[in-house]
């Protein structure tokens, strides 16, 4: 596992890096904005809570939409 908790392989080889192995998934949650298909914003603000980097980003959902 790495920092992000994502399991990836870092084995021998002629690359050099990390590989991030992709894990299908059964389905996705989705809402319908202007035609698009987004995630729900509680689960983006769930996501983006935990990192300061999305800091402002969570903010501003915060105080437009009051989640």
């Known amino acids: 596992m790495n920092s992000e908790s994502i399991p990836h392989y870092t ?7 990390e590989f991030v192995i992709l894990q ?12 698009l298909k987004v995630e729900p914003i509680k ?3 769930k996501a ?11 903010n501003y959902i915060k105080k437009r939409y009051g989640v």
Request: charged letters at 15%.
């Open 24 to 35: 299908p998934i059964e389905n996705l949650e989705f809402v319908e904005k202007n035609g």
């Open 11 to 17: 084995g021998s080889g002629s690359s050099v890096g």
């Open 48 to 58: 983006a809570a935990g990192n300061d980097l999305y800091a402002y980003p969570v």
């Open 43 to 45: 689960m983006v603000v």
